[in-house]
C-alpha cells in the first residue's frame, strides 16, 4: 500500500537523507540542498545490497559444507577398505556427513527467509537507518549462523561530524600508547591495537573500556608493537600483525591465542615489519608486508597463497604499502605510502587501477572501504583523512593538527562501523575518535 503525505495529500515519491523522512513532491521545495534520492530506486538498491551479502556469506558457507562432504565421503570409502581398528572412526565420519548435509539444508532455508523479511520491508523503512538497523538485527536473531557477521550495510554518513572520542596517553586500562590501528565486531566494538603499549583493547561503541588482551614479548600470545588488526567474520577471531615479532598470531573473540604464522626474512610466508591487515570475501588474510614492499596472502590456518607487489614506483609495484583494504567484491585496495598513491587490485592480486599523487594525497596511511566502494583514508603527515568516490574522486576532507575535536596529529588506522560512522586511531594524540 503507498504511502500518503498528509499535508499535500500525494504519494512518496522522495526520500530525504538528511531529515531522514519521506517527502512528496510538492515538499521538495522545503528541502533545498538536501540529499535526496528517488525512494522506489534507492530501495530497491538497499533490498538488493542487503540481500547480496547475506546470500553471498550463505552461498559461501553452502560451497564450503559440500566441499568439506565431498572430502569427507572420500574419507569415508577409504576407510571402509581398512582394518576394524579404523571402523569407529569411520562412523564417526558419516556422522559428520550427515550433520554437515543437514546444515547445507538449513543453509538454503535461510536464504528463503532472508528474501521473506526484505519482501515484507517497505521502501521507506529500508531508508531509514534506524529501521535497517532492527530488520538486520531480526535476521542476526532469526539466523544464529549470522551472530557473528558484520556486513559492510552502511556507506559513510555523509556529514562526518565530530561524535565522541575516548582515550588519554597512559597504560591504564582505557589508555593508550600510540594506538595504530583498529577495527569494529559485530556488535560495533571497538578493538584496538594499542602499540607501544604492546596490547589490544575492546570497548564498547561509547568508548567504555571492556577488555584487553596481550602482553610485551615473543611468546605465543605476546606482542610487541602490534600495528595491524582485523576479524575474521565467520567466527569472530582476531587477526594481528605482531609487527616487530615479524608475524601475524591469531586469537578468538575473548583473546585467547589460537596459532601464529610468520617469521623474519624475505621469504613466502616471511615478514619484515608487517603492518596492515584484512580478510577477503574469501576468507583469506592479506598482510601488507611493509619493508618487504609487497603483499601477502594466507588461508586462515597461516598457510601461504601467493603474493604480489615489487618495490618500485611502477603499476603493481608498491613502497611502504601500510595499509590494506577489501571491498565485497574481493577487490584489494593498498595505500602506496611512499608513492602517494592508492593502488587497486583484484582478488588475486592483478593491477587494476590507481589514483592519486603528492600534491592529492601526501603519505597514505589507513584505508577503509564502505558498501559503496567509497574510499576512506588518513594522511599522517597532513593530520586529516579524506574521503574518495569508487572512482578516486575527492569527495571531502576533514581535519587539521591539534588536539581539538576532529583535530589530529599524525591519524593512523581507521574503521566503518554499522551507523555509517568513521573511527580513527589519532596516534600521536593518544586517543581514538569517532566522526558520523
Excluded: W
Excluded at 526484505?118 to 537507518?129: A, F, K, N, Y
Excluded at 608486508?289 to 608498491?318: A, P, Y
Amino acid at each position: 500500500m503507498e504511502e500518503i503525505c498528509s499535508r499535500h495529500l500525494k504519494i512518496f515519491v522522495v526520500y530525504c537523507n538528511d531529515c531522514i523522512s519521506p517527502i512528496c513532491n510538492d515538499c521538495e521545495s522545503e528541502h533545498r540542498n538536501h540529499h535526496l534520492v528517488r525512494i522506489e530506486e534507492e530501495s530497491e538498491k538497499k533490498r538488493k545490497n542487503i540481500t547480496y551479502n547475506f546470500a553471498e556469506a550463505l552461498h559461501q558457507q553452502i560451497k564450503a559444507s559440500s566441499d568439506q562432504t565431498v572430502e569427507l565421503e572420500k574419507k569415508s570409502n577409504s576407510l571402509q577398505k581398512q582394518v576394524d581398528i579404523l571402523l569407529k572412526e569411520k562412523n564417526e565420519t558419516e556422522i559428520k556427513i550427515v550433520s554437515l548435509k543437514q546444515n547445507e539444508k538449513s543453509l538454503i532455508e535461510h536464504i528463503d527467509t532472508i528474501n521473506r523479511v526484505m519482501r515484507h520491508t517497505s521502501q521507506i523503512d529500508i531508508l531509514d537507518p534506524n529501521k535497517i538497523q532492527t530488520i538486520i538485527s531480526v535476521i542476526k536473531n532469526h539466523i544464529p549462523f549470522f551472530s557473528q557477521l558484520n556486513f559492510k550495510f552502511s556507506r559513510i554518513v555523509n556529514t562526518l561530524n565530530f561524535s565522541h572520542k575516548f582515550g588519554t596517553n597512559g597504560t591504564n586500562d582505557g589508555q593508550f600508547n600510540f594506538p595504530f590501528d583498529l577495527t569494529v565486531d559485530s556488535y560495533d566494538n571497538i578493538l584496538v591495537s594499542d602499540c607501544n603499549n604492546h596490547r589490544i583493547q575492546i570497548f564498547d561503541r561509547d568508548g567504555n573500556f571492556l577488555r584487553k588482551f596481550g602482553s610485551q614479548g615473543n611468546g605465543d600470545g605476546q606482542l610487541q608493537k602490534p600495528r595491524g588488526i582485523t576479524i575474521y567474520r565467520m567466527n569472530g577471531n582476531i587477526v594481528v600483525t605482531d609487527s616487530n615479532n615479524h608475524r601475524i598470531q591469531i586469537f578468538d573473540s575473548n583473546g585467547n591465542f589460537i596459532l601464529k604464522f610468520g617469521s623474519l626474512g624475505q621469504g613466502d610466508g616471511q615478514f619484515s615489519y608487517p603492518s596492515g591487515i584484512c580478510v577477503d570475501k574469501n576468507g583469506n588474510i592479506l598482510v601488507s608486508d611493509r619493508n618487504n614492499h609487497r603483499i601477502q596472502v594466507f588461508d586462515l590456518e597461516g598457510k601461504f597463497i601467493r603474493k604480489f607487489g615489487t618495490t618500485g614506483t611502477g603499476d603493481g609495484q608498491l613502497s611502504n604499502p601500510y595499509f590494506v583494504a577489501c571491498d565485497l567484491n574481493g577487490n584489494v585496495y593498498v595505500s602506496d605510502y611512499d608513492n602517494h598513491r592508492i593502488q587497486i587490485f583484484d582478488i588475486n592480486g592483478n593491477f587494476i587501477r590507481k589514483f592519486g599523487s603528492q600534491s592529492q594525497i601526501n603519505f597514505p596511511y589507513g584505508i577503509e572501504v564502505d558498501n559503496e566502494n567509497n574510499i576512506i583514508l588518513t594522511e599522517v603527515s597532513m593530520h586529516r583523512f579524506q574521503l574518495f568516490s569508487s572512482n578516486g574522486v575527492l569527495i571531502k576532507k576533514i581535519g587539521v593538527k591539534g588536539v581539538g575535536d576532529s583535530q589530529f596529529n599524525n591519524p593512523s588506522g581507521l574503521a566503518i562501523n554499522s551507523k555509517g560512522q568513521v573511527i580513527i586511531a589519532d596516534y600521536s594524540n593518544h586517543r581514538v575518535q569517532i566522526l558520523g
